[in-house]
């Protein structure tokens, strides 16, 4: 017998953006957005710098080090809008 796949409930908007109306802190507003647009885990949202953002080629990305498992990646930034945020912080 198969092992059942469990689907993770996702944000609406609506949910998203009470969640993002309780933020006062620009640094945890910037944490979750990583999180969130990304993908990426809580430790690698920690352990973000500045450098790890490959912003100026045709495909802007985030590099992630020693993730799970100790694997390296990178995770393409989809949402050019988004872009601006990451400079000003």
């Known amino acids: 017998m198969r092992k ?3 689907v993770p409930e996702i944000f609406n908007k609506e949910d998203f953006q009470i ?3 309780g933020i006062d802190d620009k640094r945890v507003m910037m944490a979750t957005l990583l999180g969130y647009f990304l993908g990426m885990r ?3 949202v920690v352990n973000t710098k500045k450098s ?3 912003l ?3 495909e802007p990305y985030k ?11 990178n ?3 989809l949402f050019p809008k988004f872009i601006p945020i990451i400079v000003f912080v």
């Open 63 to 73: 590099k992630i080090i020693k993730s799970k498992f100790n694997k390296d990646r």
């Open 75 to 77: 995770v393409p930034i």
């Open 56 to 58: 100026n080629s045709k």
């Open 19 to 21: 969640l993002l109306s």
């Open 52 to 54: 790890d953002f490959v």
């Open 42 to 44: 809580i430790s690698e």
């Open 4 to 6: 059942r796949l469990i």
